[in-house]
């Protein structure tokens, strides 16, 4: 399976008749943009700003934030299931626009942990996402939608507003191409160069908003997975997206899979990447260890695997399925190196692990997703909701977005953090 | 120029040169300016600040109750408003290193400025207080004086400079412990580093891969196993408690547990509970406890089994917490708080124990 990722390199963004790129510049026709967006009668209306860094807002209400993308030798294979015809993503051609995102908000939304991205001040120097160009989206719920259902449009409408933006830059050429191109079938047998693999943690149920899972899978949700084997090109080009909340994870994230990129990096020269076996978070001890099992198996006797990157989603409870994973593949014999998010700031680094596994020694600390930090900074603007829009703080205080500072936990700050690994960070004791 | 910080240092009636061990027994008293290793301590602080006080007390007499001693010895402290406290270094003194870490814990709690002591890793007095003050590394004898002082000072400069340590994602005020040669606080912290997870990920498991040897980011523990105990015999006659860390409270949640990482547990009276409770947990989703709080704790079950007569009673009292990304050596803490607890009842033989 072959991937050409062909970039574009989007210096500015603009408002414009017609959507199109020039010489780096995006120009954006958002009235052309607002209808493709109220096609969706869940749609009440749509609410679209051009966001730049320096500015003084702040971008409430998040629930994703995407890279504009699409394929340009295919019909209908945008994000296959969720907004595509369903069909296996991942190969052919796509083009990507770079230096900029779609930020996607539910102003309508009733969850409490919600995204928040300012452009200017401490979180826009922490998130790279500070440092993009944006095209901010916060669609309204039409009258009679049901919350979960309105959820979904919300999610399509930042899909579809990605792929038209990519589709729009057709005439600007491309400022590099990435060829992703693993032949798993026939991956070179005789070489010495050990086979490593990815386990990737892609959901877990235990955030569930109102009992219901969010899709992010080839448009389905993923409750009751089992593990399965896909190629590392359908995560990258949109077989899998964020989930309806933004935990350390976003489709941004997820299109530029930090482990599975850097074992690309890595294919032929160090080691041979011999794929990825997506697995859930379970909430049953029997699906625990019937997901460990199974997992462990297509690592070591389906993919042929000697090592494995067991890949972690936000929460306490996936340590739990990783761990048991991770130590399944150990007694079949392939290395793990396994990552653990230390939830708590107070302890040490040993007090937060949570599995007692003796053959799982290679922890790799991918970011304290839970870590708080104060924020001293004042908008002048807020998007996706307003000054007196709730921000979520685990304690039982009462804070809202026009407030002097916020008390924040990182993984709602987008592009801080990032589970699948692109993040420059690391846990250490203090 | 900024005016001069004012400093207190705390000493024993050794260093404090009132005598050796013989003087043990001495109580609090006060010396105007630097006294013996505060001579150092002030050249090494030059013209940025002055000792103003030292005050000293006898290593026996502080031992005897650090808790209360260090109530009397901050009073002395305070009345000198110091912007900037030091204790010791107390080496690998063991009395004294408690007396130096009591004394930071009560000035940097009370006057809330930065505390700064020096001792040899094996003293208890840094397992116990390193939490609560910053502790520069020592040898085990007083030969390194000089340049144990000259990191105390350094340090205590660092965090009175008010600076922001950029490499923490938070921009604390929070000086890196390698950087700084003292003891970490008990604190974690994400921290900015050169590589990406994934590049450090790879680059080990490829070592690991290939026999050579390679860093974990974490050491796991290694938990101790703890037997089950022996089964309750006529159990149709033992009252029997309720424990459980779903985070079942009572509505308003009155010993506000947090819904994670929690260090708090409560004792609520079961009736009430039933009849206006909450759910304070962030781990599982609530909903099917709150629809009906008998399917975390069997409190229906339980009454059932006591009318039958297969039990004795249910203990009145649900003991409550919240387990969420709670370190497992607080847990233990809250287990042994619980146990004293039900211990003291006297009356319970058993307890049953619920989680999500």
């Given at each position: 399976m072959k991937l050409e990722i062909e970039s574009i390199d989007i210096k500015e963004i603009q408002s414009g008749s017609k959507t199109h790129a020039q010489e780096g510049v995006l120009y954006v026709n958002l009235k052309e943009l607002e209808e493709l967006i109220l096609k969706d009668a869940r749609i009440k209306s749509v609410d679209i700003h051009l966001v730049y860094p320096g500015q003084k807002v702040r971008v409430l209400n998040l629930m994703d934030v995407i890279q504009p993308r699409c394929k340009v030798d295919k019909v209908d294979a945008d994000f296959p299931g969720f907004i595509g015809k369903m069909q296996i993503a991942g190969s052919g051609r796509t083009r990507s626009l770079q230096n900029v995102a779609v930020l996607v908000s539910n102003p309508c939304t009733n969850r409490k942990e919600n995204g928040v991205l300012d452009m200017d001040g401490p979180i826009a120097e922490m998130s790279p996402y500070g440092k993009m160009n944006h095209i901010s989206i916060a669609p309204y719920v039409a009258a009679g939608v049901e919350e979960r259902d309105f959820e979904n449009a919300v999610k399509a409408a930042g899909l579809k507003t990605a792929v038209y933006l990519a589709r729009g830059a057709d005439q600007h050429p491309a400022s590099k191409v990435e060829v992703y191109d693993l032949d798993i079938p026939n991956l070179d047998r005789k070489s010495n160069l050990p086979r490593v693999a990815c386990y990737y943690q892609l959901y877990s149920p235990q955030f569930d908003h109102l009992a219901i899972s969010d899709p992010c899978f080839y448009g389905t949700d993923v409750h009751h997975l089992m593990p399965t084997v896909v190629h590392p090109n359908e995560v990258l080009d949109g077989g899998v997206v964020g989930w309806l909340a933004i935990k350390a994870l976003d489709t941004y994230s997820i299109q530029n899979h930090g482990v599975i990129k850097e074992l690309y990096r890595h294919h032929g020269k160090d080691l041979i990447f011999a794929g990825v076996v997506c697995a859930v978070a379970n909430m049953e001890p029997a699906a625990r260890v019937r997901s460990a099992c199974m997992a462990a198996n297509l690592v070591k006797n389906v993919l042929g695997a000697e090592g494995v990157i067991l890949v972690k989603i936000t929460g306490g409870m996936p340590h739990i399925d990783l761990s048991m994973a991770g130590e399944e593949c150990e007694k079949l014999g392939v290395k793990t190196a396994i990552f653990t998010q230390p939830l708590t700031p107070v302890g040490t680094l040993s007090d937060t692990i949570l599995f007692n596994a003796e053959s799982l020694n290679l922890i790799i600390t991918s970011s304290a997703t839970f870590e708080r930090t104060k924020i001293s900074w004042k908008a002048e603007k807020f998007i996706g909701g307003t000054a007196e829009t709730r921000v979520f703080c685990p304690d039982p205080i009462d804070q809202f977005a026009g407030d002097p500072v916020i008390d924040i936990e990182e993984y709602l700050l987008p592009g801080v953090l990032d589970c699948t690994g692109n993040s420059r960070v690391i846990v250490k004791e203090y | 120029m900024a005016e001069k910080l004012r400093i207190v240092h705390y000493l024993n009636q050794f260093f404090g040169q009132v005598g050796g061990e013989e003087k043990a027994s001495t109580g609090f008293l006060v010396k105007e300016g630097p006294v013996g290793p505060g001579l150092a301590l002030q050249k090494e602080l030059g013209d940025r600040g002055q000792v103003v006080a030292t005050v000293i007390c006898g290593d026996d007499t502080f031992a005897l109750s650090p808790a209360k001693n260090a109530e009397e010895g901050l009073k002395l402290v305070a009345s000198h408003r110091p912007d900037l406290f030091f204790a010791g270094p107390a080496f690998a003194a063991g009395r004294y290193s408690i007396a130096c870490g009591a004394m930071c814990k009560a000035v940097g709690a009370e006057l809330g400025i930065p505390v700064v002591s020096g001792m040899f890793e094996e003293v208890p007095g840094m397992e116990l207080y390193r939490k609560y003050a910053f502790i520069c590394k020592t040898g085990?004898?007083?030969?390194?004086m000089p340049a144990v002082i000259r990191d105390m000072v350094r340090l205590a400069m660092r965090l009175v400079s008010g600076e922001k340590e950029m490499r923490l994602l938070t921009r604390e005020n929070l000086p890196r412990p390698d950087e700084y040669n003292y003891f970490s606080r008990n604190l974690l912290r994400n921290e900015y580093c050169e590589k990406t997870i994934a590049e450090r990920t790879v680059e080990k498991l490829l070592a690991k891969l290939r026999g050579e040897p390679f860093e974990s980011e974490v050491v796991p523990p290694r938990f101790e196993k703890v037997p089950p105990p022996p089964a309750v015999r006529d159990l149709e006659g033992a009252e029997i408690a309720l424990i459980s860390d779903g985070g079942l409270v009572p509505k308003g949640n009155p010993d506000r547990l947090a819904r994670r990482s929690n260090l708090r547990w409560g004792a609520y009276d079961i009736e009430a509970l039933r009849r206006e409770y909450e759910v304070t947990h962030a781990g599982y989703f609530n909903d099917y406890v709150l629809e009906r709080p008998d399917r975390l704790v069997p409190f229906d079950v339980m009454c059932e089994l006591a009318e039958e007569g297969k039990i004795g009673k249910l203990h009145p009292t649900f003991f409550s917490t919240s387990g969420c990304t709670t370190v497992s050596k607080r847990c233990g803490e809250m287990g042994d708080e619980i146990g004293a607890e039900i211990k003291k009842r006297e009356t319970i033989r058993a307890a049953i124990l619920t989680s999500t």
């Open positions: - | 085990n004898t007083a030969r390194s």
